[in-house]
Antibody
Framework: EVHLVESGGGFVQPGRSLRLSCAAS????????MHWVRQAPGKGLEWVSG????????NYADAVKGRFVIARDNTKRSLYLHLNSLKTEDTALYYC???????????????WGQGALVTVSA | QTVVTQEPSFSVSPGGTVTLTCGLS?????????PSWYQQTPGQAPRTLIY???TRSSGVPDRFSGSILGNRAALTITGAQADDESNYYC??????????FGGGSRLTVL
């Protein structure tokens, strides 16, 4: 059974940085692209970023491009999201989601973690 | 900027049929956007229902079905049950490794 567990969330001031982690188990981690999807309080889902199986390709939503960096360590079966220059509008529950292809192409999100809450406030 | 549109809310009677749709602010949704659908109840992580337009994810009851209707992707629930009351989100693969979610549809069963 696929299991995704996020960690690293917390309270942070605007302009500061934070790193989220996602520990994966129950599948061959380096066979799949991985994603981060966020949900602001009371709002809908928003795709944030994706990374291919070998880190060769990464992509970002316009709202976070240039501020967030996605990374993975296949030896540790872990996905990361470095959140830099945080804004109040980045406040959200951040979900780790498993892709269904090696590459960042087509596919969908077939498994989800429970999320890590990031609160950005002065 | 690509905007994916969904009806904000729907209501359906128990046992009834409802169709939620997913469109693009400009252009038509086709299977080449690989539409997928997700169900989320408050406080829970999303659950994957449908992918590649019409394929049900493992364990999803066959009362959920996906299709393309006109220029929109559609999720139809046939024989709605009380525990179908949830928020439903579609996602489209836009291009070059970019996905966009719709704003979600809140379904009430009453």
């Amino acid at each position: 059974e696929v299991h995704l567990v996020e960690s690293g969330g917390g309270f942070v001031q605007p302009g500061r940085s934070l790193r989220l982690s996602c520990a994966a188990s129950g599948f061959t981690f380096d066979d799949y692209a991985m994603h981060w999807v966020r949900q602001a309080p009371g709002k809908g889902l928003e795709w944030v970023s994706g990374i291919s199986w070998n880190s060769g390709s990464t992509n970002y939503a316009d709202a976070v491009k240039g501020r967030f960096v996605i990374a993975r360590d296949n030896t540790k079966r872990s996905l990361y999201l470095h959140l830099n220059s945080l804004k109040t509008e980045d406040t959200a529950l951040y979900y780790c989601a498993k892709g269904t292809r090696l590459a960042l192409t087509e596919g969908y999100f077939d498994s989800w973690g429970q999320g890590a809450l990031v609160t950005v406030s002065a | 900027q690509t905007v994916v549109t969904q009806e904000p809310s729907f209501s359906v009677s128990p046992g009834g049929t409802v169709t939620l749709t997913c469109g693009l602010s400009s252009g038509s949704v086709s299977s080449t956007y690989y539409p997928s659908w997700y169900q989320q109840t408050p406080g829970q992580a999303p659950r994957t229902l449908i992918y590649s337009t019409s394929t049900r994810s493992s364990g999803v009851p066959d009362r959920f079905s996906g299709s393309i209707l006109g220029n929109r992707a559609a999720l139809t629930i046939t024989g709605a049950q009380a525990d179908d009351e949830s928020n439903y989100y579609c996602a489209l693969y836009i291009h070059s490794g970019i996905w966009v979610f719709g704003g979600g549809s809140r379904l009430t069963v009453l």
